[in-house]
């Protein structure tokens, strides 16, 4: 996409008023290796924006609208999505630890090679999500679907997953060790790639049937004694 040259701001600390500019115009804006940390930007409408290299730390985007917007290697920790629209949004890199999604729209959003780790999106929708290389380590991710997707390097550890949706999912080099499953469906979902550490045999239904490995099943089974050759 081509910016006209007003609409871009590179290398300097930015106020809210200089956003605030920016959003009037009704044009798309690039932020190249800007400092907005800590700003208010709730409800602004920043569709098709893109952010590189930008410090975003505790920036509140709550209710802003997003859609297509694109975050590229930012540093984001604490920063507020409660609410925003984020339909189609991407996230490549960058570090977006304790980040709030709650209640967000992440319909076709993608998200990858980020820094998740106790991310909230509890009641997000979420639609399409696309998630590769994500580290969501205590993450807050209650009821969302990853139906018939593929997750691949994602890193759910010690994660609350309760009654996500992962039928027919395919896990390639995942962890959900330690993860909070219950309530979870994992019908025809195929965790051979995925690490499944700290899951007990006594809950060893919640993956009723899913293809699991030989290895797996052999770390269930050795909780009994028993052992697979």
């Not at 701001?9 to 400092?35: E, M």
């Not at 917007?69 to 630890?97: L, P, Q, Y």
């Not at 979420?126 to 390097?153: M, N, Q």
């Amino acid at each position: 996409m081509d910016h006209d040259p007003q609409q871009q701001l590179s290398d300097q600390k930015v106020t809210a008023a200089d956003v605030a500019k920016l959003a009037k115009s009704g044009r798309p804006a690039l932020l190249q290796n800007c400092d907005l940390q800590g700003l208010d930007l709730t409800g602004f409408n920043m569709a098709d924006w893109r952010f590189e290299k930008c410090n975003l730390s505790g920036v509140s985007f709550q209710g802003a609208l997003l859609e297509r917007a694109v975050f590229a290697g930012c540093r984001a920790a604490g920063a507020r999505f409660s609410s925003a629209t984020c339909t189609e949004a991407r996230i490549t890199g960058g570090d977006f630890n304790n980040t709030s999604f709650r209640g967000a729209t992440l319909a076709a959003m993608k998200i990858s090679g980020c820094k998740m780790i106790g991310a909230d999106l509890s009641e997000t929708r979420s639609i399409g999500l696309e998630l590769c290389d994500v580290l969501f380590g205590l993450a807050l991710l209650p009821g969302l679907s990853f139906c018939k997707t593929t997750l691949r390097g994602v890193d759910f550890s010690e994660a609350d997953l309760r009654s996500c949706d992962f039928r027919e999912t395919e896990f390639e080099d995942c962890s959900l060790r330690d993860a909070n499953l219950a309530g979870c469906r994992f019908e025809n979902a195929d965790l051979r790639g995925a690490d499944l550490g700290g899951v007990k045999l006594v809950d060893a239904r919640r993956f009723k049937g899913a293809l699991i490995s030989k290895r797996q099943a052999a770390d269930l089974l050795g909780q009994l004694g028993l052992f697979v050759q």
